[in-house]
């Protein structure tokens, strides 16, 4: 079965420094595609950034990155010159190919980011 | 319109009661989902619907029920719930089932007395 691991329970980090959110999972599957979702205080959660596991390259979507390690099974997300508006619970997700004959979207137990002015 | 909306965004019911959470989209999407969040938990899928057909339902117990009346609203009917169900049902669409990225509503915070 997947899964999803988030070590990091809160993290804290100085509005314009840069910190990076940990994310390992495991899965038998050689096609998948992780996930980093933001859900701030007012609970909307919304999409920060994608990576399918078959591209090499690292998915960037402006400030945000991440170093996606296949073989370690590993998704990081790196938050640039943080923000007021960066701090939120950051979930990070797993979900099965649409070929694996099986549907499954999982999520790990989430980082709280607090930042700092 | 990117928005997906939800009613009511409070909830309090008895363990006897009858009531509804409603979901709606207006953004063509073909696929909704219905999650469960507990406090400090990440969110658990509980039903997939596609093309207004349930298309998964995660071993969900029979005291929730889900309906999807048409392409945009999706329902979940709630009977004799327990306080252990008390939690933040969110519920989300995407293009289809086999696209990545849901939109996420802004949840119902159920309490069960």
């Known amino acids: 079965a997947q899964t999803v691991t988030q070590s990091q329970p809160e993290m804290s980090v100085q509005e314009a420094e840069t910190v990076t959110l940990s994310c390992t999972y495991d899965t038998s599957e050689s096609d998948y595609y992780l996930f980093w979702y933001k859900q701030p205080p007012s609970r909307q959660m919304i999409l920060v950034i994608r990576q399918e596991a078959y591209k090499q390259q690292n998915a960037t979507e402006n400030r945000f990155s991440v170093n996606f390690q296949k073989a370690a099974k590993s998704f990081s997300l790196k938050i640039s010159d943080s923000q007021l508006g960066d701090a939120a619970m950051y979930f990070c997700a797993y979900r099965s190919s649409t070929t694996s004959g099986t549907y499954k979207y999982i999520f790990g137990t989430g980082t709280r980011l607090k930042v700092l002015a | 319109d990117t928005e997906v909306t939800q009613t009511p965004k409070h909830l309090v019911m008895g363990m006897t009661n009858k009531k509804s959470l409603k979901c709606e989209q207006h953004m063509g999407h073909r696929a909704m989902y219905w999650y469960k969040q507990k406090a400090k938990k990440p969110p658990e899928l509980m039903f997939v619907y596609s093309y207004e057909k349930l298309s998964i339902n995660e071993s969900v117990p029979s005291r929730f029920s889900p309906e999807c009346p048409n392409s945009s609203l999706l329902n979940l009917h709630l009977h004799a719930l327990q306080p252990e169900d008390s939690a933040l049902y969110l519920c989300?669409?995407?293009?289809?089932?086999?696209?990545?990225?849901?939109?996420f509503g802004p949840g119902t915070r159920l309490t069960v007395t």
């Open positions: 989300a669409s995407s293009q289809d089932k086999d696209y990545y990225e849901q939109y």
